[in-house]
């Protein structure tokens, strides 16, 4: 079984473009998160969906940041436009539908230049 | 307000020793969950153990163990028989609210850096 599967696994962009990160949960799963991990602040939960709907946002930084989940097999995550500052790795996770824990991708490393 | 606190930012261990790494949790939902991840150098966040909050014995799997004491809202992770292999970043994490529920993110500690000698 293929595990959650996140691409780019590397991005490096310039200061002021837009990225966009995908994430395809592992097939059956209904939950979908997104974290971001850097040095100073650790793994931070950015937004997570159920079931295609996002249930909480709260923990996106700014409005440059969005999320989708057009479908149960596929999520974005857009920065619009990129900073210095967004460089970390992004991960993406999903649980069964009653969780009891997450299983993550691979991570893409993003770094803005 | 922080609700899971990892005390021990770094820790070197002989191989072959056990070791505890400590979480604390905080929470007022009687039913939630707590979780221990390994990442390795490599980057890739690894699973390892779960403990639910109405779990009447510690959570194990293979050589790790989780010492669950529910009144002093701590979740430690042990290891048994350390291998170099166990070197990595730890990290404990906590759901809240019951399996069921539908909105169920989960929170990390800040993390352990576990270094084992040869």
């Known amino acids: 079984d293929a595990g959650v599967i996140q691409s780019p696994r590397h991005e490096v962009t310039e200061m002021g473009q837009e990225v966009t990160l995908r994430c395809k949960p592992i097939?059956?799963?209904?939950?979908l998160f997104w974290y971001r991990q850097t040095m100073m602040r650790g793994l931070e939960l950015l937004i997570y969906?159920?079931?295609?709907?996002?249930?909480?946002d709260s923990g996106m930084p700014e409005d440059r940041f969005s999320a989708k989940m057009p479908n149960a097999s596929f999520s974005t995550l857009k920065i619009q436009p990129s900073e210095p500052r967004d460089s970390a790795v992004y991960f993406c996770?999903?649980?069964?539908?009653?969780?009891?824990?997450?299983?993550f991708g691979p991570g893409t490393r993003l770094t803005v230049l | 307000a922080q609700k899971i606190t990892q005390t021990q930012p770094g820790m070197f261990v002989q191989e072959k020793e056990a070791v505890t790494l400590d979480c604390t949790y905080d929470t007022s939902d009687p039913s939630y969950g707590l979780f221990w991840y390994k990442q390795p150098s490599s980057g890739e966040m690894i699973f390892l153990i779960y403990?639910?909050?109405?779990?009447?014995q510690n959570a194990t799997e293979g050589r790790y163990s989780l010492n669950f004491q529910k009144a002093r809202k701590s979740a430690n992770l042990v290891i048994s028989a350390s291998q170099l292999g166990d070197s990595a970043m730890y990290f404990c994490a906590m759901r809240e609210g019951g399996p069921g529920s539908s909105a169920s993110k989960i929170i990390f500690g800040s993390g352990t850096r576990l270094s084992i000698r040869p």
């Open positions: 403990q639910g909050s109405y779990d009447q």
């Open positions: 097939s059956g799963h209904n939950s």
């Open positions: 996770a999903s649980s069964p539908g009653t969780p009891t824990w997450q299983f």
């Open positions: 969906f159920n079931n295609n709907v996002p249930i909480d």
